[in-house]
């Protein structure tokens, strides 16, 4: 069986683990970051925002940070990555993966307003425009390249990380998928976990796709 590791705490994961689960896989959830030496492959959650002093940047809207999650999360992305691992990224996990290759972010997008969670509303909900031949247009083939998806971040990336390509942007320009094909490394703005199972919305796709196409990368 396929084994999926996520740092973190367990009782804060059930979305991700939930959903990887239906598609079959084991998932390993630990505050230890050596548990996932056995795994096959890494998904990197949601969270708060990454100091930007490791993207050479100084604060200028940054919140939540805890520099130590994100060093360890920055590490684990790069071991994986040198064991020829697979990994997705997941809202702040997009974010991860990019400042871990090289890439920078904008600390608080200028349309940040149809993008953040708000107590009132919850996600956001928008469409992205999903590039050709990316692994988004192989998962759902939409006819018009567009598909709607939920949202729930105040930052992005500020372009691509060397080796990487843009595999989705909203309608508004902000980057909401990146890739690194050759290195089974795969990455969403938003929240897959919350737009499937329990948490299917009549507004957006099918985010178990997301998952499934995760597995299916491994082995």
Known sequence: MKN???YGDRS???NYIEALEA???RVTV???PAQGGGCHALLVPGGGDIDPSLYGAENRGSQGVDRQLDLTELDLVRS???AHKPILGICRGLQVINVAFGGALVQHLPT???HCWEESTGDKQHFVRIEPNSFLSEIY???NGVISVNSAHHQGADGTAPGFRTAAQALDGVMEALEAPAQRIYAVQWHPERMTLRHARPD??????VFRFFLSRIG
């Open 4 to 6: 999926i590791f996520i």
């Open 80 to 82: 994986f990555a040198d």
């Open 204 to 209: 957006t796709v099918d985010g178990i796709e």
């Open 141 to 143: 083939r939409p006819e």
């Open 23 to 25: 598609c079959g896989a």
């Open 112 to 114: 940040a307003a149809a």
């Open 30 to 32: 630990s505050l230890d």
């Open 12 to 14: 804060k994961r059930q």
